[in-house]
Structure formats: C-alpha cells, structure tokens
Nanobody, 126 residues
Framework: QVQLVESGGGLVQPGGSLRLSCATS????????WGWFRQAPEKEREFVAA???????SYTDSVKGRFTISRETGEKTVYLQMNSLKPEDTAVYFC????????????????????WGQGTQVTVSS
C-alpha cells in the first residue's frame, strides 16, 4: 500500500504559478510510475502529466510548455510545477502511482494507476 498526500493547491490569478507536491510513503520512487490527473466539476478525470519509473515524462497537449513533472527521491515527493496558469486549469488535482510494468502507450490511462491521493484544489481566477 502506497500512501499519497497532495498539497500546494490554492487560488491564483491567470498567468500565475503554483507548485503541487505529492508526498509518498514509497522509499524508492523508481518503483512506480507517477502521474498527475485533474477533474473539473461535471467532467471526467483527465491525464495531466506522468513520469515513468525510468524518468521519461509525458504531458497532455494543453499543458506542454507550461507544466513540469519531477520527482525528488530523497524527499519521497513528486512535484508538478504549473506556470502560465489559465482559468481552464481549474480543477482538483490528483497524484497517482502506477505499476512500472505499464506500457508507455497506456501511461495516460487512469485505470493503470493503483494508488491515489485525496486531491488538492487549484482555482485560476481573477
């Protein structure tokens, strides 16, 4: 069982930045793939970014060039740096851990992730 706790959400103006953190109970971050997903009201949960156990990253098109996923093994934490935020980025953001056996083409599929955090709210508004 891997426990995940997200933090860092909040209210920010358009064009602003936030850094989300996902504190994990996993000692070795290269044991799993790590993903960030988001869910806006009345919408399905959608993929945002992932970092594979090997370090390879993937992003949904709408956040490429604005968001960066990273991991810090010593801190047992996965981060999502979000810059140039837009109102359409408003959602609850979830951190998730997936099995490293997941093939790369499935890395954006939430069904491939087995452990989830409780989420942190991000609101982008003036």
């Amino acid at each position: 069982q891997v426990q995940l706790v997200e933090s860092g959400g909040g209210l920010v103006q358009p064009g602003g930045s936030l850094r989300l953190s996902c504190a994990t109970s996993e000692r070795s971050l290269n044991t799993y793939n790590w993903g960030w997903f988001r869910q806006a009201p009345e919408k399905e949960r959608e993929f945002v970014a992932a970092i594979r156990w090997s370090g390879t990253t993937s992003y949904t098109d709408s956040v490429k060039g604005r968001f960066t996923i990273s991991r810090e093994t010593g801190e047992k934490t996965v981060y999502l740096q979000m810059n140039s935020l837009k109102p359409e980025d408003t959602a609850v953001y979830f951190c998730a851990a997936g099995l490293k056996s997941t093939i790369w083409s499935e890395i954006q599929n939430p069904a491939r992730y087995v452990y989830w955090g409780q989420g942190t709210q991000v609101t982008v508004s003036s």
